[in-house]
C-alpha cells in the first residue's frame, strides 16, 4: 500500500540553528499539507500545496518557516532559525482530490518528524 | 473563527466497556472526517459523513453527523486494547478546504 514518506524521522537542534524535512506524498496525489502537532493537542495546517502553487500558507509563520514544492511532487520544510517553540511533530500528509473540494478529501499522513529544540 | 471542540479529552476505560467521544463546532460544517492516531503513530482516516443525521457503522464503531451538521459522535461498542488511541474530528473551515481538527480524545482500555 503506498504510503507517504517524511525524513528524517527523529531531530534534535539548538536553538538558533536551521532544520529541514523532507516529504515524499503518495504518487499522483495533488495536494500535500504540512501540519504541526503539539503534544496532546491536534494536527494545526501550516501550509497546503496544489501541485507546486501554495494555495493556504495563512497559519505559516513565514519570518522563520518556509516551504517548496519545486516540481509539484516532494516537499520541504524548513525552520530558520528554530526556537524552543518550535518542538513539536511535524506531519505531512497528501490527499489525491483537489484541496479545494469543500474539504471532502481523505488526507493521508506520513510518519511525522518529531523535532526538538535544545 | 471557526472552532472544533471534542469532549471528553481524556477516557479510561475498562476492556468490554462502550466510548463516546463528542465533537462539536462552532458553525455549520460541509462534512466531517474521524482520524485515529496510536500512540507514537500519525492520524489515519477512519470515515467521512457528508449528510444531515447521517449515521456510518464500521464493525464495533458508530459515527454520527448531526441533524444540524454542527456536531458529530463516535462510539466504540465493547472496547478492545487495540482501541487505544486518539481520536480527533475534523471539518472544513468555512471559508474553503483547510481541515480544524478538533483537541483529539484519548482512549485508555484496561485489560
Known amino acids: 500500500e503506498a504510503e507517504v514518506a517524511q525524513s528524517p524521522r527523529y531531530k534534535i537542534t539548538e536553538k538558533s540553528q536551521a532544520v529541514a524535512f523532507w516529504c515524499d506524498p503518495i504518487?499522483?496525489?495533488?495536494?500535500l499539507y504540512w501540519y504541526r502537532q503539539i503534544l496532546g493537542q491536534g494536527p494545526e495546517l501550516l501550509v497546503q500545496?496544489?501541485?507546486?502553487?501554495?494555495?493556504?500558507d495563512s497559519q505559516l509563520p513565514k519570518d522563520r518557516f518556509s516551504a517548496e514544492r519545486l516540481k509539484g511532487v516532494d516537499s520541504t520544510l524548513k525552520i530558520q532559525p528554530a526556537e524552543l517553540g518550535d518542538s513539536a511533530m511535524y506531519l505531512c500528509?497528501?490527499?489525491?482530490?483537489?484541496?479545494?473540494?469543500?474539504?471532502?478529501?481523505?488526507?493521508?499522513f506520513g510518519p511525522g518528524t518529531r523535532l526538538l529544540v535544545l | 473563527g471557526q472552532q472544533v471542540m471534542q469532549i471528553p479529552q481524556y477516557q479510561h476505560v475498562q476492556e468490554g466497556e462502550d466510548f463516546t467521544t463528542y465533537c462539536n463546532s462552532s458553525?455549520?460544517?460541509?462534512?466531517i472526517q474521524w482520524y485515529k492516531q496510536r500512540p507514537g503513530g500519525h492520524p489515519v482516516f477512519l470515515i467521512q459523513?457528508?449528510?444531515?443525521?447521517e449515521v456510518k457503522k464500521q464493525k464495533r464503531l458508530t459515527f454520527q453527523f448531526g441533524e444540524a451538521k454542527k456536531n458529530s459522535s463516535l462510539h466504540i461498542t465493547a472496547t478492545q486494547t487495540t482501541d487505544v488511541g486518539t481520536y480527533f474530528c475534523?471539518?472544513?473551515?468555512?471559508?474553503?478546504?483547510?481541515?480544524?481538527f478538533g483537541e483529539g480524545t484519548q482512549l485508555t482500555v484496561n485489560p
Open positions: 500528509a497528501s490527499s489525491f482530490l483537489p484541496g479545494l473540494a469543500g474539504g471532502r478529501e481523505t488526507q493521508y
Open positions: 504518487s499522483g496525489h495533488a495536494t
Open positions: 500545496f496544489q501541485d507546486e502553487s501554495v494555495v493556504d
Open positions: 458553525t455549520t460544517l460541509s462534512n
Open positions: 459523513l457528508v449528510k444531515s443525521g
Open positions: 475534523a471539518g472544513p473551515r468555512s471559508s474553503g478546504s483547510r481541515l480544524t
